[in-house]
């Protein structure tokens, strides 16, 4: 009886750290995968954005603001989380030379922890420049 009693113990405390690990996995992710996903996203929406007759006519590069907003924030919406909220700000959005500042802020949920109440706010910030013939 006194070895099934362990037993029952180690149990309970693989159990305890399994749910330990699982909040601490949920802080620690949305930091990393929300920069890459930023980053991810402005650059797909820099090239859904350039303005090709324009490259054609004039040889240089240049997008269009609302059609990167529109793309951006479609693509934004399609992987945010569901259990954040996010808030998307546009900071010196320039046609040509194509340059843009993105910033987003996410509240995550609130975390109880023997009565004191937790919140942990991210803010990511990612600056892009769309430069060179090479990449069309």
Do not use: C, H
């Not at 802020?105 to 420049?129: C, H, L, P, W």
């Amino acid at each position: 009886m006194k070895n099934a009693l362990w037993g029952y113990w180690l149990v309970l405390l693989g159990v305890f750290i399994v749910v330990i690990m699982l909040l601490v996995q949920n802080l620690t992710t949305s930091t990393t995968q929300d920069y890459y996903v930023v980053k991810e996203i402005t650059e797909a929406a820099f090239i859904d954005a350039v303005d090709y007759s324009y490259y054609r006519t004039f040889g240089e590069v240049k997008i269009n603001k609302e059609k990167f907003y529109e793309s951006f924030l479609r693509r934004f919406a399609e992987t945010a989380s569901t259990s954040n909220v996010y808030t998307v700000s546009f900071y010196g959005v320039y046609e040509a030379p194509p340059k843009v500042s993105v910033e987003i802020k996410s509240k995550s949920n609130t975390f109880n922890v023997m009565g004191d109440s937790e919140t942990f706010d991210i803010v990511e910030r990612i600056d892009a420049i769309l430069e060179g013939k090479e990449a069309f």
